[in-house]
């Protein structure tokens, strides 16, 4: 029997917040903040749920990093 993904429960509240707000993510930062607190400590671990929400993440980290004007 395969394990329970660890951070599924995260996942379900997103989807179901996202449904409820008519998918206005800024409703629901609150719950995709927990899931990225869940998949930081299950890093590593086999979790399907963070595969693509951790990949996302970081490819929205990098891009804030290199449109970052500098300082004068």
Partial sequence: MPL????????????????????????????????????????GKNSVCCTGFTQEHKNTEDK???TELPRT
């Fill in 4 to 43: 329970k993904d660890p951070c599924q429960k995260q996942a379900c509240a997103i989807q179901k917040c996202l449904q409820a707000n008519n998918y206005i993510e800024s409703r629901c930062e609150d719950v995709i903040r927990a899931m990225r607190k869940c998949c930081e400590v299950h890093t």
């Fill in 64 to 66: 804030s990093e290199r």
